[in-house]
């Protein structure tokens, strides 16, 4: 793989990241069971792509659409994290309420699904080269985040005014109805909480990073603007994900950062519908919801630490 990563067109930063992940992605593919030609042909696409990410960058549109041919972006990022999961460690609660979504959704109804964050591997960064193969698997509204909206300062206002783009196209869909948006109101990914003496060194334990509050008056707004309140749903969720390609210690502004690609535990809990969509500046309502996902992945943390 040395040679074949040698000859990729990409940045020395970009080209020591692949490296790094590359070789760790073939350990914990031979740990779980995969063979070295198996690795080697994943690994040997995401290059390709990378390169290409690189090189030519794919232009992603307001509202942007999963790629499933010639080349299926969906398919292959799917089989490309699967043997970094552990899946006789990890576990999905929350059926009753899926199926529940999936008959809301078949009946027209808009349901928001409001989370918290943790893993690289939830794609949805469009700008950085190694990530952006696996954003072109997946349906997107691609907002510019606070964090890089001004980064470089000169290209705000252009960012600013594809977000207003990607707000109209996120309002176009609300106005269709039968539709799931997937939703991680803090704007950024859960970091570990100080360190505590009395706590295991294998449990780290992170923080449900705060909710924006502004976040949620934005799809109240959307359902009135749109006539669909009475056919719009918040559903919480808790997402125990940070041990697959967990996030680095420090935050940073920029994208490009160091991936790993050990094994890792993974569980979701989808929780039960809120009462309503509560007011337009309800701050208190957005504090039910991060308690409610607060003590969901409390419960998450529990059940991957006490049943070592």
Request: charged share 20%; with cysteine.
């Amino acid at each position: 793989m040395k040679n074949k990563e040698a000859s990729l067109a990409v940045s020395p930063e970009v080209l020591a990241t692949l490296v790094g992940f590359a070789d760790e992605y073939l350990d914990s593919n031979l740990a779980a069971g995969f063979s070295a030609e198996q690795c080697g042909q994943s690994l040997q696409i995401m290059m390709k792509e990378v390169a290409r990410a690189t090189s030519a960058p794919h232009k992603f549109s307001p509202y942007h659409q999963a790629i499933r041919e010639p080349f299926d972006y969906y398919s292959w990022a799917n089989n490309f994290f699967r043997p970094l999961i552990k899946l006789e460690r990890s576990q999905f609660f929350g059926a009753d309420e899926a199926r529940r979504i999936a008959q809301l959704v078949a009946d027209g109804h808009n349901v928001v699904i409001l989370s918290n964050h943790q893993t690289e591997a939830d794609p949805q960064v469009t700008t950085d080269p190694v990530a952006i193969p696996y954003s072109m698997g997946r349906n997107l509204i691609c907002i510019h985040s606070k964090k890089h909206i001004k980064s470089p300062p000169e290209d705000a206002p252009r960012k600013q005014q594809e977000n207003l783009a990607s707000m109209q196209a996120l309002g176009e869909l609300f106005a269709q109805g039968g539709h799931c948006f997937w939703v991680a109101p803090s704007g950024g990914r859960d970091r570990p909480a100080p360190a505590d003496p009395a706590r295991p060194d294998d449990a780290e334990q992170f923080v449900v990073a705060p909710y924006d509050s502004k976040v949620l008056d934005m799809f109240r707004l959307l359902a009135m603007q749109t006539n669909s309140a009475d056919k719009t749903h918040f559903f919480p969720m808790a997402m125990f994900t940070h041990q697959l390609v967990p996030p680095p210690k420090t935050v940073s502004s920029g994208v490009g950062e160091a991936r790993s690609a050990q094994r890792g535990e993974v569980s979701v809990h989808l929780l039960s519908e809120m009462d309503g969509l509560g007011s337009v500046a309800d701050r208190d309502y957005c504090r039910r919801l991060q308690s409610r996902v607060e003590e969901a992945y409390t419960g998450l943390h529990q059940w991957h630490y006490s049943s070592q």
